[in-house]
């Protein structure tokens, strides 16, 4: 009566969709173990790979308050015992606290024999988000739970989709070696924005879910523009604007923000090309010592 999940790490954004895009990759993702117990009680038995940075506490842990609350909502009396390998970052912009939740609410609910179906899960999984940060969104649990790339068209009520992606896209991932908090990242962005720049980006967000649909590489690229939230960010990390550059003259198609930073991300065509880019993207942060980690995936 144990069961072992991966959950994938995931991309938020994805330039123009702040809050409503998302997308999945095959590696990194976090590994989360759950056993049945003979009592009620919620335990986090071990937590590895974050530095002893999170805790213990069943009630404030991104992967068990999603289960809390979940075995509320389902009127079920079965405790666990948890034990969560984090294989990725912490505080990357790679959806690492999603990737808990979203692994321990499938987990549990599998051993449960699925009484809700998998997107039924993803208003629990929501919730690990909102203790993580202060909000729940929805752009990284959503992917991390149904894989590929996901639209959420509402919050309220929640409404999203799974749109297919060309299978020769590649994301390169780099992970600059420096931490950018979530709630901080939210907490510097504008209430308003202009008419101007919402049509911009309109257009952008509608290119884009038509470019992934029709596998057209090139209005991908021209549709990889944040108007928006990439500007104000982007001062939050050292080295964007050339490592952007960098990415984009090693042949992506475009390049910006992983969800809320630090990591930077690039779409290329064919995954040779993805791994050029990873190289010329690593380069530009190592010419200033900042030493990175990095990831190229298909989107899955
Ligand atoms: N959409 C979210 C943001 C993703 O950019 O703040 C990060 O968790």
Same mark, same amino acid.
């Given at each position: 009566?144990?069961?072992?999940?991966?959950?994938?790490?995931?991309?938020?954004?994805?330039?123009?969709?702040?809050?409503?895009?998302? !997308?999945?990759? %095959? /590696?990194?993702?976090?590994?989360?173990?759950?056993?049945?117990?003979?009592?009620?009680?919620?335990?986090?038995?071990?937590?590895?790979? $974050?530095?002893?940075?999170?805790?213990? $506490?069943?009630? +404030?842990?991104?992967?068990?308050? #999603?289960?809390?609350?979940?075995?509320?909502?389902? %009127?079920?009396?079965?405790?666990?015992?948890?034990?969560? /390998?984090?294989?990725? #970052?912490?505080?990357?912009?790679?959806?690492?606290?999603?990737?808990?939740?979203?692994? *321990?609410?499938?987990?549990?609910?599998? &051993? &449960?024999?699925? #009484?809700?179906?998998?997107?039924?899960?993803?208003?629990?999984?929501?919730?690990?988000?909102?203790?993580?940060?202060?909000?729940?969104?929805?752009?990284?649990?959503?992917? @991390?739970?149904?894989?590929?790339?996901?639209?959420?068209?509402?919050?309220?009520? !929640? %409404?999203?989709?799974?749109? =297919?992606?060309?299978? /020769?896209?590649?994301?390169?991932?780099?992970?600059?070696?420096?931490?950018?908090?979530?709630?901080?990242?939210?907490?510097?962005?504008?209430?308003?924005?202009?008419? +101007?720049?919402?049509?911009?980006?309109?257009? /952008?967000?509608? *290119?884009?879910?038509?470019?992934?649909?029709?596998?057209?590489?090139? &209005?991908?690229?021209?549709?990889?523009?944040?108007?928006?939230?990439?500007?104000?960010?982007?001062?939050?990390? =050292?080295?964007?604007?050339?490592?952007?550059?960098? @990415?984009?003259?090693?042949? @992506?198609?475009?390049?910006?923000?992983?969800?809320?930073?630090?990591?930077?991300?690039?779409?290329?065509?064919?995954?040779?090309?993805?791994?050029?880019?990873?190289?010329?993207?690593?380069?530009?942060?190592?010419?200033?010592?900042?030493?990175?980690?990095?990831?190229?995936?298909?989107?899955?």
């Amino acid at each position: 009566d144990s069961i072992n999940v991966f959950a994938p790490a995931t991309v938020a954004n994805v330039a123009c969709g702040f809050d409503i895009f998302g !997308l999945a990759v %095959d /590696n990194p993702g976090d590994e989360v173990i759950v056993r049945k117990r003979n009592d009620d009680k919620i335990i986090i038995e071990k937590i590895t790979g $974050d530095d002893g940075k999170l805790t213990l $506490d069943p009630t +404030k842990n991104t992967v068990s308050v #999603p289960i809390i609350k979940y075995l509320s909502q389902i %009127d079920s009396k079965q405790g666990f015992d948890i034990v969560l /390998n984090k294989k990725m #970052p912490l505080g990357s912009g790679l959806g690492s606290s999603s990737a808990s939740s979203v692994a *321990g609410v499938f987990a549990v609910n599998k &051993l &449960l024999n699925s #009484p809700l179906e998998t997107k039924e899960l993803l208003p629990f999984a929501m919730e690990g988000e909102r203790i993580a940060c202060g909000s729940a969104h929805a752009d990284n649990v959503a992917p @991390a739970l149904l894989g590929g790339f996901v639209v959420i068209r509402s919050y309220a009520p !929640l %409404d999203f989709f799974q749109i =297919p992606t060309p299978e /020769n896209l590649f994301v390169t991932i780099v992970h600059p070696d420096i931490e950018v908090n979530t709630k901080d990242a939210r907490h510097i962005l504008k209430n308003e924005v202009s008419m +101007k720049k919402a049509i911009s980006q309109m257009g /952008n967000v509608g *290119g884009m879910i038509a470019g992934l649909m029709s596998s057209d590489y090139s &209005l991908i690229g021209r549709s990889m523009v944040d108007f928006i939230i990439e500007p104000i960010r982007s001062i939050l990390i =050292p080295q964007f604007f050339e490592v952007k550059m960098a @990415a984009t003259d090693a042949g @992506a198609l475009g390049c910006s923000i992983s969800g809320a930073g630090p990591s930077i991300f690039a779409f290329s065509e064919g995954k040779e090309t993805a791994e050029k880019v990873e190289k010329a993207m690593k380069q530009q942060f190592e010419k200033v010592g900042i030493h990175t980690n990095s990831y190229v995936s298909a989107i899955n």
